[in-house]
């Protein structure tokens, strides 16, 4: 499993760089957990003691560095006699009862917003955690044991606590994962087994078939530990969909082996069409759906590399799989009983494949209508598309994680850090006078931008100040350089108490200097502004001392990381509908062949964009995959209704509208049995806790199924209509060279046969 957030940035980025950097110079990176509650009583001795408490316990836990409530705040004292400053809580015995909201606030103004909101009514407690144990299965049982406490607190004082924080939320999707693996291929297996025996009623095919995938499954999951992958958050959906996709091949060959022995009763024929009509087209849609996976593999974003890797190599083996298994069964196994061909003969799928024929031959220009009508509004919703992306996308609105982030957001502004790191060029020149000037100026600077709060050098100067004053809150405020000077045996004194101000606000080094606040969870667009707005007034103040700066943080890098996914998916989509058409020129011969797929299949791609337009779902890591992922999969029944098609052709001795009749009805009911299974597939991801996956599911369903639409309406339409343009000779010649049995007697394969039944 994989213990942290999604890796989006390839490594060579210079955001992910500087990131990188800052976690490497610099302590308490991303590594707190806060706990908020609200009360009437937060005065009350009661609450006091019932939260000191809770804190003991809480830091009691193997893993956890430190917890930082009200009472444990810090005051400086001067020590006149000594010439230096002493550190001491802020609460003692003798002062418990003083009010500690008014004394944290008005009287220590270091601490305002810290430990209380603006109205007094709420109190936060910050949980440091050792660092070494952030990223592997042990924080799923610091976080779980920290659970258990507040648990027992709420039980006990009857208030709520809100969690969040960092390594909460990522610890939340861990979690959520493990369970919904699990989940995901229980409900995949039954829907697509249920689906399977409704359509073929072949309770040993559906066996087979659950087998089949269930091998691939287990190749998926071995892939990742062959090239040293973890479960995320993308690769946990692989087992799934290698079910989903998986099915379809099996429901190919049975169906098409089902009607060739309904034919004729013989098992060797019937397996023989089975492999050498439609395998090739089976081969080629499978490679073409690698491939709408593939092409993710040239984002450089390991997360989905890693994805489209695993997950293109695991559909290219179900194929191997599907194609021997299924072969070798129905070649030894009993031969079919009447009763698993009768689907051919329902009422309704004579029915379906009629009105299609209908509607193909007699209201071409109603699907052409349609479809243009389709693509215009699509458009018109296309435009309104935004692109977004939050840290919490993937939380359900509904959960208590969101709704605990949403409290603390409210009263204490937020929890996503973000860092403002100032390079001053040489060694030990972060604490110098004039830098104090500097970081004041530039915190002061950040309030025009809505943060209120943050922490720099500065702050700790104004309250040595503040002390060096006897605590007078009017003095809390950054030393003048007279004052800066009578301080400075204090100060000394005071840095040989607090070892903790190296590395939190400046670099061992003492050459870099660190700002720190917390936002909300912004969108996207709000968390680029933000950054360009303090990007620009940093060139502005840091221009004429020579510094130079940079913007990091967790935010900052999910931002960038989702700027650059949404980047190169359009590439890779684009990279993706390349291939596959130059796969298609290849099985086809036939450039304006190739135009029409195309068409055909970008038309859902397109109805889908304008649907997220309308509906206001942005662009986002998560809804951008449904365009490769949904492309990939709906060109495999383009290629199944072109090869039959072809093949009739051939058989009809170019009858076009005889060939479309037949390539309807055996390829029609085959892709609406497979079309209705993937939508079902897709839509099991609905399930899922996570908006991102929910939102994957729903989109790449309604494109399948409307790709499904336009393969068995519009593409059979574009054939009879352009016929004249499309029938040339090179489209009549398949590229690979294939047996056709019917020019084998039945005689000679009866004999094969025979073979076979006595062996």
């Not at 597939?681 to 994957?696: E, M, Q, Y």
Request: glycine share 6%.
């Amino acid at each position: 499993m994989s213990y942290q957030f999604s890796r989006l940035l390839p490594t060579t980025d210079s955001v992910h760089i500087q990131y990188q950097w800052f976690k490497d110079h610099f302590s308490q990176v991303s590594n707190t957990i806060v706990l908020a509650t609200a009360t009437e009583h937060l005065q009350d001795s009661l609450f006091i003691h019932q939260w000191t408490s809770l804190a003991d316990k809480i830091r009691s836990v193997d893993g956890v560095s430190g917890i930082f409530t009200f009472k444990d705040a810090l005051n400086v004292l001067k020590i006149p006699e000594t010439g230096s400053f002493k550190i001491q809580k802020v609460f003692s015995s003798k002062n418990e009862h003083d009010p500690w909201t008014t004394v944290l606030t008005d009287s220590l103004p270091f601490y305002r917003g810290v430990f209380t909101d603006s109205a007094r009514t709420a109190t936060i407690a910050y949980i440091q955690l050792d660092p070494t144990m952030l990223y592997n299965a042990e924080i799923i049982r610091i976080i779980n044991e920290i659970k258990a406490i507040v648990e027992q607190f709420e039980s006990d004082s009857h208030l709520d606590v809100h969690i969040s924080g960092i390594p909460f939320l990522r610890m939340g999707n861990v979690t959520q994962l493990k369970s919904e693996i699990y989940l995901f291929v229980a409900l995949a297996t039954l829907v697509t087994a249920l689906l399977f025996y409704l359509f073929l009623r072949s309770f040993k095919a559906t066996i087979i078939s659950l087998i089949i995938v269930a091998i691939g499954v287990v190749w998926s999951l071995a892939l990742m530990a062959i090239f040293g992958f973890e479960i995320t958050l993308l690769t946990s959906l692989i087992p799934p969909l290698v079910i989903v996709i998986g099915i379809p091949n099996c429901i190919f060959l049975i169906n098409k082996f089902h009607y060739e022995f309904k034919n004729h009763k013989n098992r060797v024929l019937a397996l023989q069409r089975t492999i050498s009509k439609i395998g090739n087209a089976i081969f080629f849609s499978n490679l073409t759906t690698a491939l709408g996976f593939f092409a993710l593999a040239f984002t450089k974003s390991a997360a989905l590399v890693e994805f489209g890797l695993v997950a293109s190599i695991s559909i290219v083996l179900i194929f191997i799989h599907s194609l021997i298994v299924i072969t070798l069964y129905f070649l030894y196994a009993p031969a079919p009983k009447e009763r698993h061909m009768q689907h051919f003969d329902r009422r309704w799928v004579n029915k379906w494949t009629g009105m299609l024929q209908k509607v193909v031959f007699n209201y071409r220009g109603w699907v052409f209508g349609v479809n243009v009508l389709i693509v215009i509004v699509s458009i018109v919703g296309l435009v309104r598309i935004k692109t977004s992306g939050r840290i919490t996308d993937d939380l359900s609105r509904n959960s208590k994680t969101f709704t605990d982030l949403k409290f603390i957001e409210e009263k204490f502004n937020g929890i996503e850090p973000v860092e403002i790191i100032i390079d001053t060029g040489k060694k030990f020149g972060a604490k110098q006078y004039s830098n104090l000037q500097l970081l004041y100026k530039i915190q002061d600077s950040l309030k025009a931008y809505g943060i209120s709060r943050s922490l720099s050098l500065a702050d700790a100067a104004s309250f040595a100040t503040q002390a060096f004053y006897n605590g007078n809150s009017a003095m809390y405020r950054i030393p003048t350089r007279q004052e800066s000077r009578f301080m400075a045996r204090f100060l000394k004194s005071l840095e040989s108490q607090n070892t903790q101000v190296s590395g939190t606000l400046y670099d061992p080094t003492e050459r870099y200097l660190r700002i720190h606040f917390q936002v909300k969870d912004l969108s996207t667009h709000e968390m680029k502004k933000l950054k360009q707005q303090i990007s620009s007034m940093l060139t502005n103040v840091l221009s004429d001392k020579g510094f130079t700066g940079f913007v990091t943080g967790a935010g900052v890098l999910f931002l960038e990381g989702t700027e650059y996914l949404v980047k190169n998916l359009f590439q890779s989509l684009s990279i993706a509908i390349a291939l596959i058409a130059l796969l298609m020129f290849y099985l086809f011969k036939s450039w304006k062949m190739v135009l029409i797929s195309l068409i055909t299949n970008l038309i859902p791609l397109i109805f889908t964009a304008g649907v997220m337009g309308f509906a206001g779902v942005p662009l986002k890591p998560s809804t951008l995959l449904v365009f490769g992922i949904a492309f990939g999969i709906s060109v495999d029944d383009t290629i199944h209704f072109l090869a039959k098609y072809r093949q009739e052709l051939q058989k009809t001795n170019w009858n076009i509208p005889d060939s479309i009749r037949l390539a309807i009805h055996e390829t029609g009911i085959s892709m609406f049995y497979t079309s209705v299974i993937l939508f079902c597939g897709f839509i099991i991801f609905t399930f899922s806790s996570f908006g991102g996956t929910v939102a994957l599911g729903l989109l790449v369903s309604l494109t399948l199924l409307i790709a499904m639409l336009t393969n068995l309406f519009l593409l059979p339409s574009f054939a009879l209509a352009l016929h004249k343009h499309l029938a040339d000779e090179d489209f009549e010649n398949p590229p690979l060279t294939v047996v056709d049995p019917d020019d084998q007697s039945d005689d000679e394969l009866t004999e094969k046969e025979s073979i076979i039944e006595s062996k």
